[in-house]
């Protein structure tokens, strides 16, 4: 039989397609129409199949996305504050036991002494007639027990040298090493303490504005956990009654909580300046200012080194940011929660202002400072200590620095800010500014009734009065004499609920009116009993206190009020600023 050609595409799947038994031939085109509709079959086969994928793909996503939406996420910054708790804890157990250290110090010391006076006692016995009265019994158990053998404390031979190595004069008295003068509600245990050091200023003093916004820039959970301290740093009782009754008179809420210490160190604790070693080339009134200020801080940190975990020391002429003592804290947990070793965190990058320790660190710094007073300015000895630490004396200049950075953290913006211009040193100016820390506002404006504005004192540049009254600037006089008056004419008469005038600023604390009176001059008579009133019908209501402000209320029973006066009774040393004018209309 012959047969021909077969096609490979059947549909018995043997290769052949057969009818009434015998093959039957399949040409071409039909055998590639039969592969086109196979490989078509299949493309749509896949194609739902990848379409199913797809979508059960997209439903998936969705589902995930409405659950992540639905499901909260997690709270990082609570895990952060656990962190910060944590780390807040370790640092606190460090300086636990860096306590347990020095009470171990002074157990021996004690020990010492105790040894001293039984064997005093002993040497001396034979004065009682009765060798079984009870102090010879109890010496007796006490020798039994060995704490009368030379070799006691044989266990403490090898001692750290104390302050007596460096200021020996401190044994001729026990007053030496304890303040003159403590105002304290013995507060202690805290997270933070701020040391702030202050000396009696011939000129102008900004304790009271440092104080006033330490404060108001705290939570009430901050001022549970921390302590102020303010070193009075001078030893004539006069002077340090004199800047206690400022403070007292203003934050005396402060002192009865026990968030402000107030003290001042003993004649006792500084040597004779007279024998200080004249260094640097520096003439010897300024050899003793800055050995001084070394021993001011070293005394000041030896107090606060026992109060709290971290120390903070502030400069008496500095401004504050909100909320600045979390930031401190919480920035200084993290780095110790990070490993991050630092000896100094700088939250100013001026001066002394700002510098953060940890407290266990504290002893390293006075010792530092008791040692070399003498020899350079305090702020060259925080340097020297770093490189003391990091630096290697054949090292490359900027390798020394990279590795200093490391103990020295600088923080931006800089919470602080310096806004006195007259150094404690007689003489010395310094008007420096932190410029990361932003501008200071130097006066307070508000909305004041219209009125017309008269005065003979003289303006310095653009702070005029009206400017001020306007709530553009402040105003700033030059210097007020007695009998000077500005008036404020209210144009149409106001009745007013109350005023307030504050006198000098954050950068002039001192420029202010002296002995200056506030007077109304009502629209109509009213008949106002136990008020004192001038030829011109001007009322007297009140009067700047001592503090540079002036406010009170009045009130509908003064009427409407024509015009408001300020009349000055006492020349002033300097210029004056008004740095809020505010008249409350009712």
């Not at 330490?214 to 302590?227: A, H, I, P, R, S």
Request: with cysteine; glycine share 6%; charged share 20%.
């Amino acid at each position: 039989m012959n047969l021909k050609y077969q096609s490979p595409l059947t549909s018995n799947g043997h290769g052949t397609e057969w009818k009434n038994g015998y093959p039957v031939e399949t040409s071409f085109i039909e055998r590639f129409c039969d592969c086109c509709k196979d490989l078509s079959s299949s493309r749509m086969t896949n194609g739902r199949s990848r379409r199913t994928i797809l979508l059960s793909l997209g439903t998936l996503t969705f589902l995930l996305g409405v659950f992540l939406i639905i499901y909260p996420a997690p709270d990082m910054s609570a895990e952060q504050e656990v962190v910060n708790r944590i780390s807040e804890l370790e640092e606190k157990l460090r300086y636990i036991s860096v306590l347990n250290g020095f009470r171990k110090h002074d157990l021996k010391e004690m020990s010492e002494d105790f040894s001293k006076l039984l064997n005093m006692v002993k040497d001396h016995q034979d004065q009682y007639e009765n060798n079984n009265s009870q102090l010879n019994q109890k010496i007796s158990q006490y020798e039994a027990r060995g704490f009368l053998a030379s070799n006691m404390s044989g266990r403490y031979d090898l001692t750290v040298p104390g302050i007596a190595a460096f200021l020996p004069h401190t044994q001729q008295s026990a007053r030496s090493l304890m303040p003159a003068f403590k105002i304290s509600r013995e507060r202690s245990g805290v997270s933070m303490v701020i040391g702030i050091p202050t000396v009696k200023r011939v000129s102008q003093s900004y304790l009271v504005s440092t104080l006033r916004s330490v404060f108001e820039n705290m939570n009430q959970n901050e001022m549970k956990d921390t302590l102020v301290i303010v070193f009075i740093a001078e030893t004539d009782p006069d002077s340090v009654y004199q800047i206690f009754t400022e403070i007292q008179s203003q934050f005396q809420k402060h002192l009865d909580e026990g968030l402000l210490d107030v003290i001042s160190p003993p004649s006792e604790f500084y040597p004779d300046m007279s024998g200080l070693r004249q260094t640097l080339g520096d003439d010897m009134e300024r050899v003793t200012w800055r050995s001084k200020q070394a021993l001011d801080f070293s005394f000041l940190m030896m107090y606060a080194q026992a109060k709290g975990t971290f120390y903070v020391q502030l400069e008496d002429d500095v401004l504050t940011k909100p909320g600045y003592i979390g930031i401190m804290k919480n920035f200084a947990l993290e780095k110790i929660a990070a490993k991050h070793n630092f000896f100094l965190v700088d939250f100013c990058q001026l001066g002394f202002i700002g510098k953060m320790f940890r407290s266990v660190d504290l002893p390293y710094l006075v010792q530092f400072f008791l040692m070399f007073y003498n020899d350079q300015p305090v702020d060259w000895l925080l340097e020297n200590i770093l490189s003391s630490k990091v630096c290697k004396l054949d090292q490359d200049w900027k390798k020394c620095k990279k590795e200093k950075a490391k103990l020295w953290i600088h923080y931006k913006p800089s919470l602080f800010q310096h806004i006195g211009t007259q150094s404690s040193l007689k003489g010395k100016i310094q008007k420096l500014k932190d410029r990361q820390f932003g501008r200071v506002s130097l006066f307070k404006p508000h909305k004041n009734p219209k009125a017309i504005i008269e005065s003979p004192v003289k303006h310095y540049k653009h702070y005029s009065l009206q400017r001020a009254y306007n709530g553009d600037t402040f105003y700033w006089g030059l210097v007020p004499q007695p009998g000077d008056k500005i008036v404020f004419n209210f144009q149409p008469p106001v009745v007013l609920e109350s005023y307030k005038l504050v006198t000098g600023n954050l950068e002039h604390p001192s420029d202010r009116f002296v002995n200056t009176t506030c007077e109304v001059k009502l629209q109509k008579p009213v008949p106002l009993k136990g008020l004192q009133q001038s030829s011109d019908g001007f009322i007297l209501v009140g009067a700047f206190n001592q503090f540079g402000i002036a406010e009170g209320t009045l009130g509908a029973k003064f009427g409407a009020i024509a015009a408001f006066r300020l009349n000055i009774g006492t020349a002033s040393d300097n210029w004056a600023i008004l740095s809020e004018i505010y008249f409350k209309p009712s």
